[in-house]
């Protein structure tokens, strides 16, 4: 059975960078975690305005 996570890949890898940082800090480099990837398709995809050839912006100006 696999559950669906929570949070998005690029929260879970900001988590992991974090926890990285602070193993480093206690000298425990082998405990460290690998990322995971996230294919570029899949971002441009996500933020493809799709009545537009364009990007759509992350927030509104006004």
């Keep these: 059975m ?4 929570q949070y998005a890949v690029s929260s879970a890898n900001s988590m992991i960078a974090a926890l990285n940082q602070f193993l480093s800090f206690l000298e425990l480099e082998k405990l460290k975690l690998k990322q995971f ?6 971002i441009e995809r ?17």
Excluded: E, F, I, Y
């Excluded at 696999?2 to 996570?5: C, E, V, W, Y």
């Excluded at 990837?37 to 899949?42: E, G, I, N, S, Y």
């Excluded at 990007?55 to 006004?62: C, G, S």
């Design 2 to 5: 696999t559950r669906r996570s």
């Design 37 to 42: 990837r996230v294919q570029r398709a899949d």
């Design 46 to 62: 996500k933020h493809h305005c799709p009545d537009r050839n364009r990007r759509q912006p992350d927030h509104k100006l006004w």
